[in-house]
């Protein structure tokens, strides 16, 4: 998702966000390797995602997390610190899959 | 029976009276016309085809019927109806053959959503099949035919139809249609085969219809696995190889050539998804036609032949 030049600068509050995957977007996914495919059936769209965003979003979908959270989650998974260059893009990360519609602010 | 049971006049009495009903893979088209030279043409192309009984449902009712406005037009026109309506503007009557194919493809592709449909040719040996897929212009056609000159089974040259239940693919041998200079190309490489008469200025160029080999035809109710799908592109002083595709990039190539994704949704996701679990994929850029059929031939080989046919739906 890219080499860290184009970081979304945070809105205030943002942090305290917690984003999920909604209830009504029900995904289907095929994994190959480091490819993840990943239906939504609520957009009726196919989408391409690279590692770091595929397992972002399969563990929103397990649980909501807050950007802190989900950051200390992938580094966990990944085996990596948390303020390692593929996880300085996390708000940029978390940008596009809202945009994509895959994610939004819980209301929960 | 079959088509070419009949005699010319019968057919012609058949087709402006009753109508014929044909099987055509999946598919029954219950078909009229009273353009002579439309049932000529189609005799010719579906002579191994059967002939179904009247009890039987049609899928699709067709007429090609003679059309008004030559005056304006200054040749004779004609029209395709399917079951009662009329989704095209009139066309020439001397091009009533190809017509009548498109817009056979196009009553499939919009309405056969039992099926996940893709632009492509389909070729079987041992059970296993590869989908050639690609856009118009990639020599899938010519790349099909070079295959059945190597003993491969025709399941389509122009669609793969998916069972998303079962995953196997399902056979619909109609006419090969060849256009321009692979006409002869064809012609030299399966000369047992025979093609039809040709239909100059059609929207697609000089185009003929090659007959479905009879084996194909025969066979045409008998399914296949898909075990390769390969994207070949014909370009001059291409190196001819078989790259392999990632999983996930054939998929999306894939997807690009299906014609009902979007309609079938999830369905669609899922059923790719096999298939492009269970296949193996490669892009296969190519110069040579006989390289290229090669190639393809030698995936079959170095694979044992299915053990039992897969039983009819």
């Known amino acids: 998702m890219g080499d860290g030049v184009c970081a979304v600068r945070r809105a205030p509050?943002?942090?305290?966000?917690?984003?999920a995957v909604p209830s009504t977007n029900l995904l289907a996914w095929r994994i190959w390797d480091d490819d993840f495919l990943v239906y939504n059936t609520a957009s009726g769209q196919t989408h391409h995602l690279n590692l770091l965003a595929g397992?972002?979003?399969?563990?929103?979908?397990?649980e909501p997390a807050q950007t802190r959270e989900l950051v200390r989650r992938l580094a966990h998974e990944f085996e990596i610190a948390e303020d390692s260059?593929?996880?300085?893009?996390?708000?940029?990360?978390?940008?596009?899959?809202?945009e994509l519609g895959l994610i939004a602010p819980s209301t929960a | 029976m079959k088509i070419?049971?009949?005699?010319?006049?019968?057919?012609h009495q058949r087709f402006s009276g009753p109508g014929v009903r044909v099987r055509i893979g999946p598919f029954l088209i219950h078909l009229y016309?009273?353009?002579?030279?439309?049932?000529?043409?189609?005799?010719?192309?579906y002579a191994d085809f059967p002939i179904c009984e009247a009890h039987e449902v049609s899928d699709f009712r067709v007429r090609v019927a003679p059309a008004g406005g030559w005056r304006l037009w200054r040749e004779k026109q004609a029209a395709f109806w399917v079951d009662g309506a009329l989704p095209f503007a009139v066309f020439p009557r001397r091009i009533a053959m190809p017509f009548a194919e498109w817009g056979l493809n196009w009553c499939i592709c919009g309405y056969a959503h039992q099926f996940l449909i893709f632009h492509s040719a389909v070729v079987e040996k041992a059970g296993r099949a590869v989908i050639l897929a690609g856009p118009p212009g990639s020599g899938k056609s010519t790349l099909c035919a070079a295959l059945l000159a190597r003993g491969w089974r025709l399941l389509s040259d122009e669609f793969a139809l998916l069972d998303p239940a079962r995953g196997c693919l399902l056979p619909i041998p109609r006419p090969v249609a060849l256009?321009?200079?692979?006409?002869?190309?064809?012609?030299e490489l399966l000369p047992h085969l025979r093609i039809g008469r040709v239909f100059p200025?059609?929207?697609?160029?000089?185009?003929?219809?090659?007959?479905?080999?009879?084996?194909a035809v025969e066979r045409q109710a008998e399914p296949a696995l898909p075990a390769w799908v390969v994207f070949p592109t014909h370009a001059e002083s291409a190196r001819t190889e078989l790259v392999p595709l990632r999983k996930a990039t054939a998929f999306l190539r894939l997807e690009t050539n299906c014609f009902n994704y979007a309609t079938l949704g999830r369905t669609a996701f899922e059923a790719m998804g096999r298939l492009i679990e269970a296949a193996e994929c490669y892009e296969l850029p190519f110069e040579h036609l006989a390289t290229a059929a090669g190639l393809v031939n030698g995936l079959a080989e170095l694979q044992p032949a299915l053990g039992c046919p897969l039983n009819v739906a």
Do not use: N, Y
């Open chain 1, 85 to 98: 260059p593929p996880l300085q893009m996390i708000d940029r990360l978390i940008h596009e899959l809202d």
């Open chain 2, 33 to 45: 016309s009273a353009i002579r030279e439309f049932v000529a043409d189609f005799r010719f192309a």
């Open chain 2, 179 to 187: 256009k321009g200079a692979s006409i002869r190309l064809i012609e």
């Open chain 2, 201 to 215: 200025h059609t929207d697609k160029g000089t185009l003929a219809h090659l007959r479905p080999p009879t084996d």
């Open chain 1, 55 to 62: 397992e972002a979003l399969r563990s929103l979908e397990v």
């Open chain 2, 4 to 11: 070419g049971d009949l005699t010319p006049e019968e057919l």
């Open chain 1, 13 to 19: 509050g943002e942090e305290r966000i917690r984003w």
